[in-house]
């Protein structure tokens, strides 16, 4: 971690949230990146789906987005390429972190943004 000719405030606020990554449904993609699920309706309806988000997620929902971030041993490079072929999605019969629907299907991925401990921070 580079810190030079950062204040400390700035870096503080800098790592207040911790990248979590998800693997979701399209239903759950669809809502992030639409807010509905564009007449794609099929087992459950946009609110349906929200509201099961809701339940599991409450408050932190809005600190989800699409995609994953960087790993640390991975180069900007070997990022690019497998997150290409990473939003084509891919099949899993693991639970969607989502939602919680226990459905296989199609799976993508979404990042939670949570916060920190204050503890670690200061
Ligand atoms: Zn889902």
């Not at 999605?89 to 920190?116: H, N, Q, V």
């Amino acid at each position: 971690m580079r810190t030079e000719g950062m204040s400390k405030e700035y870096v503080a606020r800098k790592y207040d949230y911790e990248p979590h990554r998800l693997e979701i449904c399209v239903d759950c993609l669809q809502i992030l990146a639409n807010g509905d699920l564009g007449g794609a309706e099929e087992d459950r309806t946009t609110e349906e789906v929200v509201a099961d988000m809701v339940e599991v997620w409450g408050d932190l929902l809005g600190q989800i987005t699409l995609g994953r971030t960087q790993e640390e041993d991975e180069t900007e490079e070997e990022y690019e390429n497998s997150t290409q072929s990473e939003d084509e999605g891919w099949f899993s019969m693991s639970s969607c972190e989502g939602c919680g629907s226990g459905l296989g299907g199609d799976r993508f991925y979404a990042t939670a943004w949570l916060p920190i401990d204050e503890e670690i921070t200061t």
